[in-house]
Protein backbone atom coordinates (compact mmCIF):
# COMPACT_ATOMS: atom_id res chain seq x y z
CA UNK A 1 0.00 0.00 0.00
CA UNK A 2 1.48 3.31 -0.95
CA UNK A 3 1.12 6.20 1.33
CA UNK A 4 0.23 9.28 -0.32
CA UNK A 5 2.41 12.52 0.64
CA UNK A 6 0.81 15.02 2.90
CA UNK A 7 1.37 17.75 0.27
CA UNK A 8 -0.65 15.94 -2.76
CA UNK A 9 -3.70 16.14 -0.02
CA UNK A 10 -5.57 19.57 -0.58
CA UNK A 11 -6.12 21.57 2.13
CA UNK A 12 -9.39 22.25 3.76
CA UNK A 13 -8.99 25.91 2.74
CA UNK A 14 -9.47 24.58 -0.46
CA UNK A 15 -12.11 22.52 0.19
CA UNK A 16 -14.19 24.76 1.98
CA UNK A 17 -13.56 27.19 -0.96
CA UNK A 18 -14.68 25.03 -3.68
CA UNK A 19 -17.70 23.29 -1.90
CA UNK A 20 -18.17 27.26 -1.55
CA UNK A 21 -18.16 27.78 -5.13
CA UNK A 22 -20.02 25.19 -6.02
CA UNK A 23 -23.16 26.26 -3.25
CA UNK A 24 -22.81 29.52 -4.70
CA UNK A 25 -23.23 28.64 -8.96
CA UNK A 26 -25.94 26.21 -7.99
CA UNK A 27 -27.89 28.69 -5.88
CA UNK A 28 -27.43 31.68 -8.54
CA UNK A 29 -28.74 29.58 -11.35
CA UNK A 30 -31.80 27.77 -8.77
CA UNK A 31 -32.39 31.81 -7.97
CA UNK A 32 -32.45 32.74 -11.46
CA UNK A 33 -34.42 30.04 -12.78
CA UNK A 34 -37.52 30.44 -9.88
CA UNK A 35 -37.55 34.53 -10.26
CA UNK A 36 -40.03 34.20 -13.15
CA UNK A 37 -42.00 31.76 -11.58
CA UNK A 38 -42.42 33.65 -8.34
CA UNK A 39 -43.26 36.95 -10.42
CA UNK A 40 -45.97 35.75 -12.09
CA UNK A 41 -47.62 35.31 -8.92
CA UNK A 42 -46.72 38.49 -7.17
CA UNK A 43 -49.67 41.14 -9.02
CA UNK A 44 -48.51 44.06 -11.02
CA UNK A 45 -47.92 47.54 -9.53
CA UNK A 46 -49.48 50.06 -10.38
CA UNK A 47 -48.24 53.07 -12.19
CA UNK A 48 -47.77 56.85 -11.29
CA UNK A 49 -47.68 58.33 -7.61
CA UNK A 50 -51.61 58.16 -6.96
CA UNK A 51 -51.37 54.31 -7.50
CA UNK A 52 -53.22 53.91 -10.30
CA UNK A 53 -52.77 52.28 -14.19
CA UNK A 54 -51.95 54.53 -17.16
CA UNK A 55 -55.23 54.82 -19.56
CA UNK A 56 -54.38 53.55 -23.14
CA UNK A 57 -56.09 54.83 -26.48
CA UNK A 58 -57.53 52.36 -28.72
CA UNK A 59 -53.58 51.85 -30.43
CA UNK A 60 -52.31 50.98 -26.97
CA UNK A 61 -50.89 54.59 -26.46
CA UNK A 62 -51.10 56.73 -22.65
CA UNK A 63 -53.44 58.96 -22.97
CA UNK A 64 -51.87 62.72 -22.25
CA UNK A 65 -54.79 65.00 -20.69
CA UNK A 66 -53.24 67.48 -23.49
CA UNK A 67 -53.73 65.21 -26.63
CA UNK A 68 -57.41 63.74 -25.24
CA UNK A 69 -58.96 67.41 -24.30
CA UNK A 70 -57.48 68.52 -28.01
CA UNK A 71 -59.55 65.86 -30.05
CA UNK A 72 -62.56 65.11 -27.50
CA UNK A 73 -64.70 68.36 -26.52
CA UNK A 74 -66.85 69.25 -23.40
CA UNK A 75 -69.69 66.25 -22.72
CA UNK A 76 -67.89 63.67 -24.87
CA UNK A 77 -67.37 59.48 -23.64
CA UNK A 78 -65.03 57.48 -24.89
CA UNK A 79 -62.94 54.67 -24.17
CA UNK A 80 -59.78 53.47 -22.90
CA UNK A 81 -58.07 50.91 -21.69
CA UNK A 82 -58.30 51.02 -17.87
CA UNK A 83 -58.08 48.98 -14.56
CA UNK A 84 -57.44 45.12 -15.48
CA UNK A 85 -57.61 45.98 -18.94
CA UNK A 86 -61.16 46.92 -18.71
CA UNK A 87 -62.73 49.67 -21.56
CA UNK A 88 -63.64 52.43 -19.53
CA UNK A 89 -64.86 55.99 -20.32
CA UNK A 90 -63.30 59.32 -19.29
CA UNK A 91 -66.05 61.98 -19.03
CA UNK A 92 -64.72 65.69 -20.63
CA UNK A 93 -66.61 68.12 -18.18
CA UNK A 94 -65.33 71.03 -19.49
CA UNK A 95 -62.71 72.93 -22.31
CA UNK A 96 -59.90 72.01 -20.42
CA UNK A 97 -61.39 69.37 -17.74
CA UNK A 98 -61.68 65.63 -17.88
CA UNK A 99 -63.41 64.09 -15.27
CA UNK A 100 -62.84 62.90 -11.86
CA UNK A 101 -63.74 59.47 -12.19
CA UNK A 102 -64.07 57.11 -15.41
CA UNK A 103 -67.21 54.49 -15.91
CA UNK A 104 -66.57 50.85 -16.80
CA UNK A 105 -67.91 49.50 -19.98
CA UNK A 106 -69.04 46.23 -18.55
CA UNK A 107 -72.64 45.55 -18.64
CA UNK A 108 -73.34 44.00 -15.19
CA UNK A 109 -76.18 41.75 -16.77
CA UNK A 110 -73.72 39.20 -18.83
CA UNK A 111 -70.45 41.46 -19.31
CA UNK A 112 -71.07 42.99 -22.82
CA UNK A 113 -69.90 45.90 -23.57
CA UNK A 114 -72.38 49.06 -23.44
CA UNK A 115 -71.71 51.82 -25.58
CA UNK A 116 -72.70 55.24 -25.32
CA UNK A 117 -76.26 56.66 -26.90
CA UNK A 118 -75.47 60.03 -27.25
CA UNK A 119 -79.16 60.50 -28.88
CA UNK A 120 -80.78 59.03 -25.37
CA UNK A 121 -78.05 60.21 -23.36
CA UNK A 122 -77.71 57.60 -21.85
CA UNK A 123 -75.46 54.15 -21.79
CA UNK A 124 -77.50 51.38 -23.70
CA UNK A 125 -76.48 47.37 -23.63
CA UNK A 126 -77.45 45.88 -26.99
CA UNK A 127 -76.89 42.31 -25.88
CA UNK A 128 -80.49 42.35 -23.20
CA UNK A 129 -81.73 45.72 -23.26
CA UNK A 130 -79.94 47.18 -19.97
CA UNK A 131 -80.01 51.07 -19.52
CA UNK A 132 -77.57 53.48 -17.52
CA UNK A 133 -77.92 56.76 -16.70
CA UNK A 134 -75.16 59.48 -17.71
CA UNK A 135 -72.73 58.94 -14.57
CA UNK A 136 -73.29 55.09 -15.12
CA UNK A 137 -76.47 54.32 -12.55
CA UNK A 138 -78.69 51.72 -13.38
CA UNK A 139 -81.85 52.98 -14.74
CA UNK A 140 -83.32 49.63 -16.57
CA UNK A 141 -82.52 45.71 -15.73
CA UNK A 142 -82.26 43.25 -16.29
CA UNK A 143 -78.57 44.56 -15.05
CA UNK A 144 -78.60 44.43 -10.96
CA UNK A 145 -76.09 46.83 -10.87
CA UNK A 146 -74.52 50.17 -12.09
CA UNK A 147 -71.66 50.34 -13.53
CA UNK A 148 -67.98 50.52 -11.63
CA UNK A 149 -66.72 53.40 -11.33
CA UNK A 150 -62.88 54.21 -11.38
CA UNK A 151 -60.73 57.32 -9.98
CA UNK A 152 -59.21 59.57 -12.88
CA UNK A 153 -55.83 61.34 -11.88
CA UNK A 154 -53.78 63.09 -14.11
CA UNK A 155 -50.12 63.94 -13.43
CA UNK A 156 -47.43 65.24 -15.71
CA UNK A 157 -50.31 65.62 -18.50
CA UNK A 158 -50.65 61.56 -17.88
CA UNK A 159 -53.91 60.30 -17.16
CA UNK A 160 -54.21 57.48 -14.40
CA UNK A 161 -56.85 55.26 -13.37
CA UNK A 162 -57.18 53.74 -9.97
CA UNK A 163 -59.45 51.59 -7.92
CA UNK A 164 -62.82 53.56 -6.73
CA UNK A 165 -63.08 52.59 -2.83
CA UNK A 166 -65.24 55.90 -1.78
CA UNK A 167 -68.89 55.29 -1.64
CA UNK A 168 -70.98 55.31 -4.65
CA UNK A 169 -72.08 58.70 -5.29
CA UNK A 170 -75.13 57.69 -7.41
CA UNK A 171 -76.21 55.11 -4.44
CA UNK A 172 -75.19 55.74 -1.59
CA UNK A 173 -73.89 52.43 -0.98
CA UNK A 174 -70.18 50.81 -0.46
CA UNK A 175 -68.77 49.91 -4.00
CA UNK A 176 -69.86 46.35 -4.84
CA UNK A 177 -66.84 45.87 -7.26
CA UNK A 178 -64.13 46.76 -4.32
Not at 69 to 96: A, I, W
Not at 106 to 125: D, E, Q, R, Y
Request: aromatic residues 8%.
Amino acid sequence: MTQIPVSDVPGMGRRQFMNLLTFGTVTGVALGALYPVVNYFIPPRAAGGGGGTTAKDELGNTVTATGWLSTHKEGDRSLVQGLKGDPTYLLVEGPEAIGSYGINAICTHLGCVVPWNSGANKFMCPCHGSQYDATGKVVRGPAPLSLALANVTVENDTVFLSQWSDTDFRTGDKPWWA
